[in-house]
């Protein structure tokens, strides 16, 4: 009976210390150049790059947070992450329209406007998940950025 209770308390003690406080995490560095994840301001033509920004002419709001990321920069693992399978922006395509879902660190959400490396598998913080495609091909003007969108569509804000 000793041993069954001491068996419960230490599987009850590693769950636990497998639960994740979401409220608490915070992204590392994004892209290369930009360490301390600066987010997109506002663009004359497109708009401005934090959540709940309008589009279209306010027909729509944008569903993630913009992080400033150059053109063919490297793209990495904001912490451990599994790769979900690929995420796409758009119904057309066009020379950004790739992406990957990703889980960690208790949340599950994509990043858009990046080429992966694989589109499964795991990768730890800092390791590299992709690279930043063309923006410019498609956005001329607008300022370069990985899009961070929560799979729930929820506000990513708070995780920056």
Known sequence: MRLYVLFSFLLLAVICSCLVDASQVKFGPLC???SSNRKRGCDTKYGCG???ASRDGGKRKHEGLDIVCADGATVYAPFDVKLNGKAVPYK???AIND?????GEGLC???FYV???SYSGTLKKGQKIGTLLPMQKVY???TSHVHVQMCDRSDPTKYF
């Open 99 to 103: 992406g990957i879902n990703l889980r």
């Open 92 to 94: 057309k395509n066009n």
């Open 109 to 111: 959400f994509k990043l």
């Open 32 to 34: 290369s150049g930009n």
């Open 50 to 52: 934090n959540y709940g």
């Open 115 to 117: 080429k992966p490396v």
């Open 140 to 142: 001329p003007g607008t």
